[in-house]
C-alpha cells in the first residue's frame, strides 16, 4: 500500500483555484470592511457628518484598489 504513493505526482489544480479564491475574497473583502467602518466612523461618531465620512471613505477604497489589485507578472 505504501508503495501506490509518488510524490509529486497529485493534481492539485482544485487546491490552487480554492486557495486563490479564499486569498482573493479575503482581500477584497477586508478592504470593503475598512471602507465601510471608516465611513460609518467618521459619519456617526465625529461631526464631519455624511460627505465627512463619505470622501475619506472612497479614497481609501481607491488606493485599497491600486495597491491590492493583482500585479501583472507578479507570480512566483
Not at 493534481?11 to 490552487?16: K, S
Not at 475598512?34 to 460627505?51: E, K, M, N, S, Y
Amino acid at each position: 500500500m505504501a508503495d501506490d504513493y509518488h510524490r509529486g505526482e497529485m493534481d492539485i489544480h482544485e487546491q490552487v483555484a480554492t486557495y486563490n479564491a479564499v486569498m482573493g475574497m479575503t482581500k477584497w473583502g477586508s478592504l470593503a470592511l475598512a471602507v465601510a467602518i471608516l465611513a460609518l466612523v467618521l459619519w456617526f461618531c465625529t461631526p464631519a457628518g455624511f460627505i465627512g465620512g463619505l470622501v475619506p471613505a472612497l479614497v481609501l477604497l481607491v488606493v485599497g484598489i491600486v495597491v491590492l489589485r493583482d500585479k501583472k507578472g507578479g507570480g512566483h
